[in-house]
Structures are given as structure tokens and as C-alpha cells.
């Protein structure tokens, strides 16, 4: 039988089920569409970790008696039309552009008279028929009662046996960012980091997590992005060991249901009292938000490591969104484009999810009034001070009593901006406009 395998975010051989066939009767034919939306709507971070790894599954599947084809989205007909598969496979994708591509090709696929099987990947448990508007209502009645039959891995690819096809091609992508160097790894690279967190920090995951001077997290969440690492694997090796980081995989799924029932939340409030809330929509306040100079030391020292490295902390995404949202006021989906275009994890079903958490519009979100104290949050969180000198070179000298004193630290640190907003007065002024808002 011959069969084509199309590779979207599945950079992987190990525990992946578009290669179930890849047994050496069958014929398998690896296949990447470049897809001109995709190139253009995601940033440079991602997109390099990305075919860094689409480049080492190549070699891989080389490896193992395979070839990778990589076409434009404009090849697709005659591609299929040449090959004359029995069996196309590929990956479901919750993502409103990726849903209506999918469509496109079952079209294209049933015109031509070939069968194609739609498989489960970016998720560990199958979306439920109907939405749960609770996060604790999708975990305790679909989530873990489906969880220990969702388990099952697939096996290594035996032999692709991929025929020798003369087909037009396209190169890969050039892509360049000093950031996401941090990142690069393939498949064996990510199994060790994982495997090192495993057995180093997922027992104590639950209580180091947010802590922001210990590598406390298993920073998974590119590898997962790009599919190098199974959260198949990830959720059966964690269950024996700590629920608290299977309920993490599982808020993974929840946002990704989420986006399944309601795609229309990229742009648009979950909560509908919430539609036509005033934002501001001030660009200077904005911009000094996205350099890292609002005078606020843990919200500067956050979106400083996002430029640098690509990446956050789970508790500095929460502090730095919640800054944003609340205390300056302007619209969660300015700060939802920006995180999405420079992470190297961005996931817009994730991204979506957590802006609307904080501020307050989303599904099972923190209540309107619920408003992180970035100064609170840094005492709490980063106690020695150690993150944010990591991050802010300007601060890189001052004593720690003085890191979390936005009156004493000007006259420590004089290059320092000052604080852009008074953090008390715009907390009032957010509860205000929010009151107002909802009694209307």
C-alpha cells in the first residue's frame, strides 16, 4: 500500500502515529506542505526551532529508508495526482486557518478519489462533542476518564520504503534569530532534557514551579509546539510521579478544546459581557511595555528575557499580561500578537487562551478584579532579587531591599526608567471602569 504521511507538527519519529505504517511492506511517503499564511503569521523564533527540527527528521527519516518531500500549498493537486496514493494521513489541528486548509484537502483528496484518515496528535485526549465551560468540569469528567485509554504509543518506524519519486520541490526556509538559539535541539537532544527533568524536577514540580531562581519547569513547551517530544510519553511517564503537572497538560488540552468549539475567540471575548470593553489603546505605553521599560522591575525583566530568549515563565506571563491588561489598560489582543509573534513555544490556541485567563474575558478566567502586584509578585516569587538583575543590566547592582521600592530605586539605579503608571492609582482605575462597564 502507498501511503502519504503530511507533516505539520508532528517533528518526530518516536511515538507517532502518521507512521503507523512505515513497517517496510508499505510504501511511505513523508510529505511538508509550505503553507504561505503560516510563514507569514508566525515570528522568526518559532519558526527557526521549526525547521531546525523538520531538518533533523529528514536526516532521521533518511535514516530509516525514507525520503521527505517538501512542496508549496499550490503543488498539492498535481503532487497527489502523480503519486496516486491509497491512504493519506495527517493530524487534526484546532487553529481556525489550519481547520479550513484541512478542509481544502479533504475536498482535493475526495475529487481525486483518494482516501484519507484524520489522526490525533496535538492533543491527549479526543475533543469532546460539546464544550465545557469550566477548566475543573473538562478535567473530572473528560479529561481523566478518557486519560489511561489515550496512553497508547506508537512504535518506531521500521522502513518508510519511500519509492524514488521524481517530483518539483521547494527549499526550506532561511530563517534567522539569535533567540531562538536557546532552543535548538532535535529529537534525542529534547528526550534527554526531558528525561533530566524527569528525573531531577517533575517530583517537586508542584511546589518549585513558579519560582522564578530555579529551573523549576520542564520548559517543554517549544518541543511540544513543534511535536519533538509525545505528550502521550510526557503524561504516562508524569502520572505515577505528580498530578499536578498532568493537570498542566491537561489545561494543554482544555484551551485546545476551547479553540475547537469557539474559533471565533482569536479576536473575539469568550465572556460576552466583556465584548466592547474600553481598552486604551495607547501605542507609547504599549511600546514601552514591549521593550522592557515600564519602570516596573518584574514586568521590565519579563518582556526583556521574551526578547532575549523567546520564552516565559508560566507566573512572569501572568504578571507581565496582568500589567498590561489592568494596570495600563490596553487590549489583551495587542498583547496576546505581540507574545505570538516573538515566543518560541507560540501555540494560538494556548496564547489565546491564557491573555483572555488574565484578563478576565476567557473562559474559566481570573475574575475582573483579580489584578497581580508586580511588586508583591517579585518579593513572592523572585525573593533574591536574582531574575530580575539577570535580565536588567541596570539593575544588576542594586541591594535587594531596594529592587522592590519603586521610591528608593531611582536614586540606586538613576538610568533606570521611571515607573510609567502609579501601580495603586491604576488598580482603582481599572476596578472603576470594569464596575461601570458590567452595571451598563
Known amino acids: 500500500m502507498r501511503v502519504v504521511a503530511l507533516v505539520r507538527r508532528e517533528l518526530r519519529l518516536n511515538d507517532n502515529p502518521l507512521w503507523q505504517y512505515a513497517d517496510g511492506r508499505n510504501e511511505v511517503i513523508p510529505l511538508f506542505v509550505l503553507d504561505d499564511f503560516n510563514q507569514q503569521e508566525h515570528g522568526d523564533n518559532l519558526r527557526v526551532l521549526f525547521f531546525f527540527a523538520l531538518r533533523s527528521l529528514w536526516e532521521r527519516i533518511a535514516q530509516h529508508g525514507g525520503r521527505l518531500f517538501c512542496i508549496h500549498t499550490s503543488q498539492q493537486e498535481v503532487f497527489f495526482a502523480t503519486v496516486k496514493p491509497d491512504l493519506v494521513l495527517f493530524c487534526e489541528d484546532h487553529e481556525p486557518h489550519s481547520q479550513e486548509r484541512d478542509r481544502q484537502l479533504c475536498r482535493l483528496l475526495d475529487r481525486l478519489g483518494i482516501r484519507y484518515q484524520v489522526l490525533r496528535d496535538s492533543t491527549i485526549v479526543p475533543m469532546p462533542d460539546r464544550a465545557f465551560a469550566t477548566f475543573t468540569q473538562f478535567y473530572k469528567r473528560h479529561f481523566l476518564p478518557l486519560l489511561p485509554d489515550c496512553l497508547t504509543t506508537f512504535p518506531l518506524p521500521k522502513n518508510f520504503n519511500t519509492p524514488n519519486l521524481s517530483l518539483p520541490e521547494v527549499p526550506l526556509p532561511e530563517v534567522r534569530s539569535d533567540a531562538a538559539v536557546h532552543w535548538l535541539a532535535d529529537e534525542e537532544g529534547v528526550k534527554r532534557k526531558w528525561q533530566q527533568f524527569v528525573s531531577q524536577g517533575l517530583s517537586a514540580y508542584a511546589e518549585r514551579r513558579d519560582l522564578l531562581t530555579e529551573d523549576a519547569t520542564s520548559r517543554m513547551s517549544p518541543y511540544i509546539r513543534c511535536g519533538l517530544i509525545s505528550l502521550r510519553q510526557m503524561a504516562k511517564e508524569a502520572m505515577p ?74 507566573r512572569i506571563r501572568m504578571v507581565v499580561a496582568s500589567f498590561l491588561t489592568k494596570h495600563l489598560r490596553i487590549d489583551w489582543r495587542w498583547g496576546e500578537r505581540h507574545f505570538y509573534r516573538h515566543l518560541v513555544d507560540a501555540d494560538l490556541a494556548q496564547n489565546v487562551g491564557n491573555w483572555q485567563w488574565v484578563a478576565g474575558c476567557g473562559a474559566d478566567a481570573a475574575p475582573y478584579f483579580r489584578i497581580f502586584n508586580p511588586l508583591l509578585q517579585a518579593r513572592k516569587f523572585d525573593p533574591d532579587g536574582d531574575y530580575i538583575r539577570h535580565y536588567i543590566a541596570e539593575l544588576s547592582h542594586v541591594p535587594n531591599d531596594v529592587l522592590h521600592d519603586l521610591e528608593r530605586l531611582r536614586s540606586f539605579a538613576p538610568d533606570y526608567p521611571l515607573p510609567i503608571v502609579d501601580l495603586e492609582r491604576e488598580r482603582k482605575a481599572f476596578m472603576e471602569l470594569a464596575s461601570r462597564h458590567f452595571a451598563s
Open 241 to 314: 510521579v505528580n498530578e499536578a503537572f498532568i493537570r498542566e497538560l491537561a489545561w494543554h488540552d482544555f484551551y485546545a478544546h476551547l479553540f475547537h468549539h469557539f474559533p471565533e475567540t482569536t479576536d473575539v471575548e469568550w465572556k460576552r459581557e466583556w465584548q466592547g470593553f474600553p481598552w486604551r489603546h495607547d501605542e507609547k505605553a504599549f511600546e514601552r511595555w514591549c521593550q522592557g521599560r515600564t519602570g516596573i522591575p518584574l514586568v521590565d525583566a519579563g518582556m526583556r528575557q521574551l526578547r532575549q530568549e523567546g520564552w516565559l515563565p508560566n
